[in-house]
Protein backbone atom coordinates (compact mmCIF):
# COMPACT_ATOMS: atom_id res chain seq x y z
CA UNK A 1 0.00 0.00 0.00
CA UNK A 2 2.82 2.79 0.20
CA UNK A 3 2.41 5.38 -2.16
CA UNK A 4 6.02 6.51 -2.83
CA UNK A 5 8.62 4.16 -2.29
CA UNK A 6 12.32 3.81 -2.08
CA UNK A 7 15.23 1.89 -2.29
CA UNK A 8 17.64 1.81 -0.45
CA UNK A 9 16.67 3.52 2.76
CA UNK A 10 20.24 3.55 3.94
CA UNK A 11 23.50 3.88 1.23
CA UNK A 12 26.73 3.62 3.20
CA UNK A 13 29.66 3.90 -0.13
CA UNK A 14 32.92 5.22 -0.31
CA UNK A 15 34.47 8.14 -2.58
CA UNK A 16 34.75 7.72 -6.28
CA UNK A 17 31.80 4.93 -6.83
CA UNK A 18 28.86 5.05 -8.61
CA UNK A 19 25.63 4.64 -7.25
CA UNK A 20 21.62 4.20 -8.15
CA UNK A 21 18.36 4.85 -6.14
CA UNK A 22 15.35 3.86 -7.18
CA UNK A 23 12.02 5.43 -6.47
CA UNK A 24 8.07 4.11 -7.29
CA UNK A 25 4.68 5.76 -6.86
CA UNK A 26 1.58 3.71 -7.52
CA UNK A 27 -0.46 7.34 -6.84
CA UNK A 28 -0.79 7.45 -10.67
CA UNK A 29 0.73 10.67 -10.71
CA UNK A 30 2.12 12.76 -13.61
CA UNK A 31 5.14 13.63 -12.09
CA UNK A 32 8.10 12.80 -10.05
CA UNK A 33 10.79 14.24 -8.43
CA UNK A 34 13.54 14.38 -6.50
CA UNK A 35 15.01 16.13 -3.74
CA UNK A 36 18.35 16.86 -1.57
CA UNK A 37 18.00 17.38 2.17
CA UNK A 38 21.19 18.42 3.45
CA UNK A 39 22.87 18.64 7.17
CA UNK A 40 21.00 21.40 8.49
CA UNK A 41 17.79 19.93 7.36
CA UNK A 42 16.96 22.06 3.98
CA UNK A 43 15.10 20.68 1.10
CA UNK A 44 16.33 21.77 -1.98
CA UNK A 45 14.58 20.67 -5.55
CA UNK A 46 16.78 18.91 -7.79
CA UNK A 47 14.98 17.24 -10.86
CA UNK A 48 11.54 16.90 -11.92
CA UNK A 49 10.00 14.60 -14.47
CA UNK A 50 6.27 14.57 -16.15
CA UNK A 51 5.31 12.09 -17.83
CA UNK A 52 8.83 10.62 -18.37
CA UNK A 53 10.19 13.94 -19.71
CA UNK A 54 12.43 16.51 -17.74
CA UNK A 55 10.98 19.46 -17.20
CA UNK A 56 13.13 20.92 -13.65
CA UNK A 57 16.68 20.34 -13.79
CA UNK A 58 18.39 22.85 -10.81
CA UNK A 59 22.27 23.73 -11.29
CA UNK A 60 22.56 19.90 -10.19
CA UNK A 61 26.67 18.49 -11.30
CA UNK A 62 26.46 16.65 -14.33
CA UNK A 63 27.47 13.28 -12.14
CA UNK A 64 24.00 13.50 -11.07
CA UNK A 65 21.99 11.41 -13.50
CA UNK A 66 17.78 11.07 -13.34
CA UNK A 67 15.98 8.11 -15.42
CA UNK A 68 12.44 7.62 -15.52
CA UNK A 69 11.60 4.65 -17.42
CA UNK A 70 7.88 5.12 -16.85
CA UNK A 71 5.52 7.87 -15.37
CA UNK A 72 5.51 5.35 -12.33
CA UNK A 73 9.44 5.37 -11.85
CA UNK A 74 12.22 7.99 -11.40
CA UNK A 75 15.66 6.56 -10.37
CA UNK A 76 18.48 8.85 -9.64
CA UNK A 77 21.84 7.67 -10.64
CA UNK A 78 25.23 9.10 -8.95
CA UNK A 79 28.62 8.84 -10.95
CA UNK A 80 31.63 9.22 -9.01
CA UNK A 81 30.06 10.11 -5.44
CA UNK A 82 32.47 12.86 -3.51
CA UNK A 83 32.13 13.42 0.46
CA UNK A 84 29.59 16.59 -0.72
CA UNK A 85 27.09 14.13 -1.66
CA UNK A 86 26.12 12.89 1.66
CA UNK A 87 22.67 14.09 2.37
CA UNK A 88 18.78 12.36 2.18
CA UNK A 89 17.58 12.15 -1.64
CA UNK A 90 13.88 12.30 -1.05
CA UNK A 91 11.55 11.51 -4.00
CA UNK A 92 7.83 12.68 -4.15
CA UNK A 93 5.14 12.41 -6.81
CA UNK A 94 1.94 15.19 -7.54
CA UNK A 95 -0.21 15.32 -10.09
CA UNK A 96 1.49 18.15 -11.67
CA UNK A 97 1.45 21.66 -11.29
CA UNK A 98 1.21 23.43 -8.12
CA UNK A 99 -0.74 20.20 -6.40
CA UNK A 100 0.48 19.08 -2.75
CA UNK A 101 3.29 16.41 -3.49
CA UNK A 102 3.91 12.99 -1.55
CA UNK A 103 7.13 12.08 -0.49
CA UNK A 104 8.85 8.65 -0.07
CA UNK A 105 10.68 7.89 2.91
CA UNK A 106 14.12 9.29 1.84
CA UNK A 107 17.26 8.01 1.14
CA UNK A 108 20.81 8.83 3.55
CA UNK A 109 23.24 8.33 1.50
CA UNK A 110 26.46 8.65 3.37
CA UNK A 111 29.91 8.98 1.13
CA UNK A 112 32.98 8.12 2.82
CA UNK B 1 12.43 34.85 -7.04
CA UNK B 2 9.78 33.03 -4.99
CA UNK B 3 11.58 33.09 -1.00
CA UNK B 4 9.96 31.41 1.47
CA UNK B 5 11.53 32.31 5.42
CA UNK B 6 10.87 30.94 8.74
CA UNK B 7 12.33 32.91 11.60
CA UNK B 8 11.61 30.15 14.32
CA UNK B 9 14.37 27.70 14.26
CA UNK B 10 13.20 26.46 17.13
CA UNK B 11 10.18 26.16 19.49
CA UNK B 12 8.97 24.31 22.44
CA UNK B 13 5.84 23.77 23.95
CA UNK B 14 4.03 22.26 26.82
CA UNK B 15 1.90 18.84 26.18
CA UNK B 16 -1.90 20.24 25.95
CA UNK B 17 -0.82 23.66 24.70
CA UNK B 18 -1.10 26.03 22.22
CA UNK B 19 1.91 26.65 19.73
CA UNK B 20 2.34 29.06 16.45
CA UNK B 21 4.23 28.31 13.87
CA UNK B 22 5.39 31.62 11.50
CA UNK B 23 6.24 31.45 7.87
CA UNK B 24 6.56 34.40 5.29
CA UNK B 25 6.66 34.47 1.56
CA UNK B 26 7.55 36.89 -1.19
CA UNK B 27 6.02 35.75 -4.66
CA UNK B 28 4.90 38.01 -7.44
CA UNK B 29 1.76 35.49 -8.60
CA UNK B 30 -1.83 36.11 -7.57
CA UNK B 31 -2.59 32.44 -7.28
CA UNK B 32 -1.15 30.32 -5.77
CA UNK B 33 -1.36 27.37 -3.16
CA UNK B 34 0.71 26.98 0.40
CA UNK B 35 2.01 23.64 2.37
CA UNK B 36 2.86 22.73 5.91
CA UNK B 37 4.85 19.73 6.10
CA UNK B 38 5.82 18.00 8.79
CA UNK B 39 8.94 15.18 9.08
CA UNK B 40 9.03 13.38 12.64
CA UNK B 41 12.66 12.17 13.87
CA UNK B 42 11.50 9.05 11.25
CA UNK B 43 12.41 11.30 8.44
CA UNK B 44 9.14 10.51 6.62
CA UNK B 45 7.56 14.06 4.70
CA UNK B 46 4.06 14.26 5.87
CA UNK B 47 1.71 16.75 4.37
CA UNK B 48 -0.34 18.52 7.39
CA UNK B 49 -2.40 21.27 5.71
CA UNK B 50 -2.74 23.55 2.53
CA UNK B 51 -4.08 26.83 1.51
CA UNK B 52 -5.50 27.92 -1.55
CA UNK B 53 -4.20 31.66 -2.00
CA UNK B 54 -7.80 32.21 -3.60
CA UNK B 55 -9.45 31.05 -0.69
CA UNK B 56 -10.60 33.20 1.74
CA UNK B 57 -11.33 31.21 4.90
CA UNK B 58 -8.59 29.60 6.72
CA UNK B 59 -7.82 26.23 6.06
CA UNK B 60 -8.37 23.49 9.53
CA UNK B 61 -7.25 20.14 9.62
CA UNK B 62 -8.63 19.02 13.19
CA UNK B 63 -5.98 20.40 15.80
CA UNK B 64 -3.88 22.15 12.88
CA UNK B 65 -5.19 25.58 11.27
CA UNK B 66 -3.40 28.42 9.62
CA UNK B 67 -4.02 32.08 9.69
CA UNK B 68 -3.25 33.28 5.97
CA UNK B 69 -2.69 36.73 5.37
CA UNK B 70 -2.45 37.47 1.26
CA UNK B 71 -1.77 41.18 1.81
CA UNK B 72 1.41 40.25 4.33
CA UNK B 73 2.38 37.69 2.76
CA UNK B 74 2.07 35.75 5.58
CA UNK B 75 1.41 31.85 6.03
CA UNK B 76 1.09 30.68 10.30
CA UNK B 77 0.37 27.25 11.28
CA UNK B 78 -1.61 26.48 14.41
CA UNK B 79 -1.56 23.53 16.71
CA UNK B 80 -3.78 23.27 19.51
CA UNK B 81 -3.68 20.70 22.33
CA UNK B 82 -0.16 20.03 21.44
CA UNK B 83 0.73 16.36 21.34
CA UNK B 84 3.98 14.63 22.19
CA UNK B 85 3.83 13.29 18.39
CA UNK B 86 3.87 16.93 17.33
CA UNK B 87 7.30 16.90 17.72
CA UNK B 88 8.81 17.44 14.61
CA UNK B 89 10.42 19.54 11.97
CA UNK B 90 8.28 21.78 10.29
CA UNK B 91 8.43 23.19 7.00
CA UNK B 92 6.47 25.76 5.45
CA UNK B 93 6.30 25.64 1.46
CA UNK B 94 5.79 27.09 -2.26
CA UNK B 95 5.30 25.28 -5.32
CA UNK B 96 5.57 27.20 -8.65
CA UNK B 97 2.73 27.18 -10.99
CA UNK B 98 5.02 26.17 -13.58
CA UNK B 99 6.65 23.14 -12.80
CA UNK B 100 5.36 22.35 -9.04
CA UNK B 101 8.80 22.17 -7.62
CA UNK B 102 8.63 23.26 -3.98
CA UNK B 103 10.59 25.98 -2.73
CA UNK B 104 10.84 24.81 1.28
CA UNK B 105 11.66 27.42 4.10
CA UNK B 106 14.55 26.55 6.14
CA UNK B 107 12.27 24.68 9.33
CA UNK B 108 11.08 24.95 12.90
CA UNK B 109 12.13 22.46 14.99
CA UNK B 110 9.55 21.70 17.47
CA UNK B 111 9.20 19.97 20.89
CA UNK B 112 6.50 18.91 22.81
CA UNK B 113 7.13 18.43 26.56
CA UNK B 114 4.99 16.37 29.13
Known amino acids: DTAVSQTPKYLVTQMGNDKSIKCEQN?????MYWYKQDSKKFLKIMFS???????INETVPNRFSPKSPDKAHLNLHINSLELGDSAVYFC???????????FGPGTRLTVT | AQTVTQSQPEMSVQEAETVTLSCTYD???????LFWYKQPPSRQMILVIR??????QNATENRFSVNFQKAAKSFSLKISDSQLGDTAMYFCAFPYNQGGKLIFGQGTELSVKP
Open chain 1, 27 to 31: LGHDT
Open chain 1, 49 to 55: YNNKELI
Open chain 1, 92 to 102: ASSRGGPSEQY
Open chain 2, 27 to 33: TSENNYY
Open chain 2, 51 to 56: QEAYKQ
